[in-house]
């Protein structure tokens, strides 16, 4: 036995030997690296500033902040050795969290090596009482350690017999459920350590939701405390009004790549605190950067993201971003004569990434026939686009399309989508009358700002006056505050409908507030067969459902506009098409940029919040401004897009910019939507399109009914109609469509169709090179290269059934992706 332990001990030591070294070159590592972040900065903070805290429960995350002689800051707080010169007042933990211990003054120190900063730290009103605040420190903690989510006892039914309010938005209800239901099992105030809401958090009992506390925690001592201290509500607490993380935004150059933030809190009576310690945090980017508990973010990849603190219904962001040095990057110089230009470029140079060349004219006239106008440019305009001026043949383009008639065509299209244009919910002539109105409206130029308030405050027959069908469709104050904000301000409020909104500032309040403008919209039949009649009915109020307020008419993010003379929904017109506005001409600006680039500048399009920030904010407000100015003239603002070289930039990316999906150094490759690829096929074919009840030969992007029915159409995406939402067309392509395209009967009848032009052309006696050249040029708008001319013309000489090979080399030109796609 003796020699046993003997080989056991000589065995532990070896490996406690192994165990000590590996820790010595961990730390001389970490030492290493730390040197290598520290450098030699030319100046050195603690910020905040002025750090007062008051009473014994408070805490102060401090920040050691380094500037370089090149401009570069970096964050240098947990490469710092921290220490406090007054360890009875304060002391200071290894990541600068200072905690208090009597009143006075001490000096907070972080150093390593000759590099040295201090700040002082006041501490007052430790003899004071500092009772936990259920509403201000309870809460919040039960947010951070997520028992309020959605996916845990925040869920409308509940988990495992608790159901707390989503985000804890009602407070009330939250304490009688903790405190006093169950027999008030739930918490101990004799035994505060035996509380149920303590033990399972801290995984002492079983639970579900596994660890979600620890003992060492700011959050831990709150909620323990409160409970010690007999569980308390306090309704009267001091209202908070601002949240706010510093520092502001930052570019962390490399080695650079964390951040410690700190999350300062201040309320109605004017004090502030530091509650970094109970917020919980988000990241808009996580593949990019990531943020744990303590309100400390790391880069994992090169980018931009946004770190979200949130505190009860408040919500502070602050943008970081992260560079490294790129081999071969050089900064382009940076374009003035065009807003879209000069911001992508700028921010491109800011993210080190390298736009592509210029697109081909062969790829430009294709790419803004089909974003503009929904149509193929034929052989002959392509030839003559080839024969301009090169220097001024794109800009000529782009002024020829804005003023075709199938402009109207398209954009009336894109419009009608999300005003939901559909017969099973306006009938069908209402869906034809609400189209041709949509389409003149276009056609005559009506700034956006005058359109849009002409569908708010509209009035009278549903036939006569079609604008009046947006409130058809919308046939109540929810579903009318729901569309008008997604669409026209660009926000999802469907969630404050029920509870404050999880994430962002919206409450039940705003939300009916709103409401409160559509309260008084009647609805009677008119006298013809389907037709109805909006008219104002003068009366009419909006509950708040929990508190039973009724609610005076309140813009989102705006004031009340309560004038009993003028119509509310007069008045709430007027509000959101006025330049005062922050949200109306962007969410115009980014749903136009979304059509003609494939991604928003905001991403979903209608989806701005401040936990979703633009990735460019430069380029939206410049864009925004550009709009205002022009009086909302929506061909001023295609034009603009369309002249700038960000626009005109090839999708094929290069090494420097292959990973970039957000700012726009390349063009998106998007599937084309399901009526302009119906009718793409159409022209390659030959064979005009037949829809019940269109006129001959109509195209699918001027069908003016979403209830009219098409397998392809369905297939590709074409959307119902029944939601206000862009993201209802389906843009992905699937299975379903490769089977439609490779057998399906559109593509196959169109193909045989002895009046279309591959009949024509395998009786036209043309040679074998030129019906390849036809064929290329209808569908790609640009002649075969040398390879695929060889390989059609051997494929066209050697059938013995001449239609049938054409038939082939159309059907593979239709299967590819250059054709499917828009480049």
Not at 240 to 261: D, F, M
Not at 348 to 364: G, K, Q, V, W, Y
Not at 809 to 816: E, G, K, P, T
């Amino acid at each position: 036995m003796i020699g046993n332990r003997g080989r056991t001990s000589r065995r532990t030591w070896t490996l406690l030997t192994g165990i000590l070294i590996a820790s010595a070159i961990s730390t001389a590592h970490a030492d290493e690296a730390a040197d290598a972040l520290i450098g030699s900065p030319a100046s050195l903070e603690i910020g905040p500033a002025d750090t007062v805290l008051t009473g014994r429960r408070a805490t102060a995350r401090l920040i050691a902040t380094g500037t370089y002689a090149d401009g570069n800051v970096r964050d240098l707080t947990r490469a710092l050795e921290w220490s406090s010169g007054n360890e009875d007042v304060a002391i200071v933990s290894k990541t600068g969290l200072v905690t208090p211990k009597a009143d006075g003054e001490a000096v907070i120190t972080a150093r390593k090596g000759s590099v040295e900063v201090s700040t002082k730290v006041r501490v007052e009103g430790m003899t004071k009482p500092a009772p936990v605040s259920f509403r201000r420190d309870v809460m919040p903690v039960l947010s951070q350690a997520g028992c309020n989510m959605g996916a845990c006892h925040g869920t409308p039914t509940g988990k495992g017999g608790l159901k707390l309010s989503l985000r804890g938005y009602l407070p009330d209800e939250d304490f009688v459920t903790l405190s006093r239901e169950s027999g008030g099992r739930r918490v101990n105030t004799f035994d505060a350590d035996a509380s149920v809401i303590l033990r399972k958090p801290l995984g002492e009992a079983p639970h579900e939701g596994g660890i979600r506390l620890k003992r060492d925690s700011k959050s831990f001592e709150y909620l323990h405390d409160w409970i010690a201290e007999g569980a308390h509500d306090d309704p009267a607490a001091v209202e908070p009004v601002k949240l706010e993380i510093v520092p502001g935004s930052r570019v962390l150059n490399a080695p650079a790549k964390t951040q410690q933030v700190a999350v300062l809190l201040t309320m109605a009576d004017g004090s502030r605190r530091d509650v970094t310690s109970i917020c919980y945090y988000d990241s808009s980017s996580p593949d990019v950067a990531e943020v744990d508990a303590d309100g400390y973010v790391t880069f994992k990849n090169r980018g931009e993201a946004a770190i979200i603190a949130h505190y009860l219904s408040l919500v502070a962001i602050v943008r970081l971003t992260h560079l490294v040095e790129v081999p071969d990057f050089q900064v382009a110089e940076v374009p003035q004569d065009n807003v879209v230009d000069r911001a992508v470029v700028a921010k491109l140079n800011r993210m080190r990434i390298a736009p592509s060349e210029s697109c081909t004219d062969a790829e430009f006239i294709r790419r803004a026939y089909l974003d503009v106008i929904g149509v193929l440019p034929r052989p002959e305009e392509v030839d003559a686009f080839l024969k301009d001026s090169p220097a001024d043949r794109r800009a000529h383009l782009i002024d020829a399309l804005l003023e075709r008639p199938e402009f109207y065509d398209f954009w009336a299209l894109k419009f009608a989508d999300v005003l939901r244009s559909n017969g099973r919910l306006i009938e069908p002539k209402g869906a034809y009358v609400f189209h041709r109105w949509i389409r003149s409206a276009l056609e005559s130029g009506m700034p956006m700002d005058r359109f849009v308030h002409a569908l708010l405050s509209s009035d009278g027959s549903t036939y006569a006056n079609p604008a009046t069908n947006y409130y058809r469709i919308s046939r109540d104050p929810e579903t009318s505050v729901e569309t008008t904000a997604q669409l026209f301000l660009g926000v999802r409020i469907q969630c404050a409908k029920c509870h404050n909104h999880p994430f962002e500032k919206w409450t039940q309040d705003d939300y009916y507030g709103f409401a409160a403008f559509f309260s008084q919209v009647g609805r009677k039949p008119g006298a013809l067969p389907g037709e109805e009649v909006v008219y104002p009915t003068g009366s009419g109020d909006v509950k708040q459902p929990r508190t039973g307020q009724v609610m005076p008419p309140k813009a989102l993010g705006g004031p009340v506009l309560d004038d009993a003379a003028v119509d509310r929904r007069e008045r709430l017109a007027d509000w959101l098409t006025s330049k005062d506005n922050p949200f109306f001409g962007k969410s115009l600006v980014n749903r136009i940029w979304y059509h003609l680039m494939g991604r928003g500048i905001v991403e979903p399009v209608d989806d701005f919040r401040d936990s979703n920030p633009a990735s460019n904010d430069e380029l939206i407000d410049g864009l925004t401004q550009e709009f205002a100015a022009s009086g909302y003239n929506l061909k001023s603002l295609i034009r603009t897009i369309l002249q700038s070289r960000t626009y005109q930039l090839s999708a094929a990316t290069t090494p420097l910019n292959v990973d970039d999906s957000i700012y726009f150094s390349h063009a998106a490759t998007k599937l084309l939507p399901a009526e302009v690829l119906l009718d793409a096929i159409a022209d390659v074919t030959g064979t005009p399109n037949a829809f019940p009840g269109l006129p001959a030969a109509a195209r699918a992007t001027q069908i003016p009914d979403g209830k009219m029915d098409d397998p392809f159409l369905k297939t590709f995406g074409r959307p119902a109609r029944e939601l206000a939402c862009e993201c209802e067309r389906e843009s992905d392509s699937n299975l379903s469509q490769a089977l439609q395209l490779i057998g399906g009967a559109t593509v196959n009848n169109k193909l045989r169709n002895d009046a279309g032009r591959i009949a024509v052309l395998a009786k036209s006696g043309k040679t074998p090179e030129a019906i390849t050249d036809e064929l290329y040029l209808v569908a790609f708008s640009r002649a075969p290269n040398p390879s695929e001319m060889d390989a059609a013309v051997k494929h066209l000489k050697d059938a013995k059934d001449q239609r049938a090979a054409i038939e082939d080399l159309a059907w593979v030109l239709i299967n590819s992706k250059e054709f499917l796609f828009r480049h």
